[in-house]
């Protein structure tokens, strides 16, 4: 197998509070990604993904701190890099693309400059050759007009075209890791699929590895190669797309799965789910997920689950999993 882009290793990720102990957003989380492979993070609200996004892209937002672990860029522990070196490499070798695209854009720069400005600050290109890259760009992010485009503002920019251009800002580098922070969340339907189509595209062409982060695991179906579930800050399920669809165990999967689902048996679960789950806090100790367990027994609230393989590549952290 090639060496992982991106190798996350035991990763811990904690915000203090004045007088409690700090949340610990990310809790020992392994994660690896190889050169033009798509890994969906699927989890709720709160669940840790946006925080795993900014450790890897060393971008935590102070008093938030990385507590423990290692992150690897192509073999580098980032956290061993100066802040000039590290400056490099975001935008040039890793760049990440969210959501809300307009408050990412300058409103006071065209288009242009302010997708080549990104370029001519790594790169160095000025002149008619920087322009005629970016244009290239705004053809491949499907743009239509892209002459024109280039000097429009992003005020005169329609939302999915909006969050193009941010697209175009994070790969015009030709970046070898991108994480999508649930970047097509707030675009029409048909938006986002052309979006996606796009962002899979790009992957294919440059061998980019991605984190596509989502709360809809719908979209994870037609998209990733691996689909990883996150809850509390672990990853509780991660498995190869066809092996994760097929056969779902984690309980929690199979209640996101439910939901989207018209199979009697993952319908039957979730009607069984919909009992209201009152005590969602964590467990002190045992599985976090087992307050809102339907499988739940008094082992669950005792020990906590190791992350173990199920099937090749397809691994759970659950004591009791669904049967397969
Ligand atoms: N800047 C911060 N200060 C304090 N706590 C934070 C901060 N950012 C995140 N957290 C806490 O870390 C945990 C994980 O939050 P995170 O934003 O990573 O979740 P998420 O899965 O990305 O959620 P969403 O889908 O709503 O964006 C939450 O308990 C959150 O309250």
């Known amino acids: 197998m090639s060496e992982p882009v991106i190798d996350v290793e035991g990763l811990e990720v904690e915000f203090p509070r004045y007088g409690m102990p700090p949340v610990r957003a990310v809790k020992g989380l392994d994660l690896a990604i190889l050169r033009q492979e798509i890994v969906g993070l699927v989890g709720e609200s709160g669940s840790g993904k946006t925080t795993l996004a900014r450790a890897i892209m060393q971008l935590v937002p102070p008093p938030g701190r990385i507590a423990g672990g290692r992150i690897r860029f192509e073999g580098q522990n980032l ?110 339907v048909t938006v986002q699929a052309q979006v996606l189509e796009l962002l899979q595209r790009l992957v294919e062409k440059h061998r980019t590895a991605m984190l596509f982060i989502t709360r809809d695991i719908g979209i994870t179906a037609h998209f990733c190669d691996r689909v990883a579930v996150i809850y509390g800050g672990e990853i509780v399920e991660i498995a190869p797309r066809a092996s994760f669809f097929a056969n779902p165990v984690h309980p929690y999967t199979v209640l996101l799965l439910a939901a989207f689902s018209h199979n009697p048996r993952l319908r039957s679960y979730w009607l069984k789910e919909a009992e209201p789950a009152t005590d969602t806090r964590p467990a002190e100790r045992g599985c976090p997920f087992a307050p809102r367990c339907v499988r739940a027994q008094p082992h669950c609230r005792a020990e906590h689950p190791v992350l173990r393989e199920l099937a090749p590549g397809h691994f759970v952290r659950c004591h009791y999993p669904v049967e397969r």
């Open 79 to 188: 956290a061993a890099l100066d802040p000039e070196r590290l400056r490099t490499l975001r935008g040039r070798s890793m760049a990440m693309v969210i959501a809300n695209p307009r408050s990412e854009l300058n409103p006071l720069l065209t288009v242009g400059q302010q997708i080549g400005n990104v370029l001519k600050y790594h790169t160095g290109l000025g002149g008619k050759a920087l322009r005629k890259r970016v244009i290239d760009m705004l053809k491949e992010v499907r743009i239509p007009d892209p002459e024109r485009r280039y000097d429009a503002y992003p005020h005169e920019l329609s939302g999915g075209m909006a969050q193009r251009v941010v697209m175009a800002i994070a790969l015009i580098c030709e970046p070898r890791f991108v994480i999508s922070d649930d970047a097509t969340s707030g675009l029409d």
